[in-house]
């Protein structure tokens, strides 16, 4: 599926960046706006920590206003997304990263900060 910066599948205006996007990656998006359109704040955060134990591992999830939203995402993908999905809406700018901080006692606990344009 071929969005434009707006999401619109119709043509990209000339200025933006347009990518061929997975549809987990077109869903993600939608999940994204939707959330954060019921915020004050076009922000949303990629956190990750290490739960500590076995067999759960590395553990992921997106908050819009210090919420997760996470759970919201469709049963059918919810567990098909990657940070490189997050990633690939940077690079086709649909997503602004602010910040990217680590802590540095851990280095598997991440919070990525971006902003829906």
């Keep these: 599926m071929t969005l434009n910066h707006k999401g ?9 960046a347009s990518m061929s996007l997975t549809s987990v990656q077109a869903d993600l998006l939608k999940c994204l706006r939707s959330a954060v359109g019921r915020q004050p704040s076009l922000r949303i955060v990629y956190c990750t920590a290490w739960l500590g134990y ?15 939203i996470s759970n919201s995402f469709p049963s059918d993908w919810a567990f098909d997304w990657e940070r490189t999905d997050l990633d ?8 602004v990263k602010l910040c990217e901080l ?3 006692e851990d280095e598997l606990e991440t919070r990525v900060t971006y902003e829906l344009p």
């Design 8 to 16: 619109s599948a119709e043509g990209t205006p000339a200025k933006r």
């Design 88 to 95: 690939r809406l940077e690079e086709a700018r649909f997503l």
């Design 102 to 104: 680590q802590n540095s």
């Design 54 to 68: 076995l067999p759960f591992g590395l553990y992921h999830w997106v908050e819009v206003g210090g919420r997760d």
